[in-house]
């Protein structure tokens, strides 16, 4: 095998062709999701499928409110799930930390039924494990609970 100059030109083509290859895929892709059926509104549940975590790793507040707070609240409280946790890890500890709006909305979680928990690996690098214990969240090593609950059969979601 030998290696040989490729000419610039050679390298922009190459380049096009795998920007193009990757924007027909990525266009199949997005045909395949617009055309999949849909699953029926009112299907009937797993019964199998009972507890849910929550896994909020994103540091960004309207993630936290519009996405992984609301259907966490909204999952409890309207039974969907029997079991609802809520794991802080990462960039979401500090951001928890400092915004009282989303410590407020924890709160109602917290008293709606969600377990609330975090990750002291985390919350100890960025410095704010006293104040999610102030709040009420079991901080602790979180990798192997969270192992057990992904094999013991609970349902994932991470944002």
Not at 87 to 115: C, F, H, I, T
């Amino acid at each position: 095998m030998s290696v040989g100059k490729v000419s610039s030109d050679r390298k922009h083509k190459t380049l096009a062709v795998g920007v193009l290859l990757a924007a027909a895929g990525c266009a199949a892709l997005g045909a395949a999701w617009w055309t999949a059926p849909a699953v029926a509104e009112n299907a009937p549940p797993d019964p199998s499928a009972t507890k849910l975590v929550v896994l909020w790793t994103s540091g960004d507040p309207f993630v936290a409110e519009r996405m992984a707070f609301m259907y966490t609240l909204a999952s409890k409280k309207s039974n969907w799930w029997d079991q609802v946790t809520l794991v802080v890890w990462g960039p979401s500890a500090k951001l928890l930390s400092e915004n009282k709006d989303l410590q407020d909305y924890v709160k109602r979680m917290q008293e709606a039924g969600v377990d609330v928990q975090a990750c002291i690996v985390c919350a100890n690098m960025y410095g704010v494990t006293d104040k999610l214990r102030e709040l009420g969240i079991t901080v602790r090593g979180m990798g192997k609970p969270l192992t057990d609950m992904l094999q013991s059969g609970w349902t994932l979601l991470s944002v």
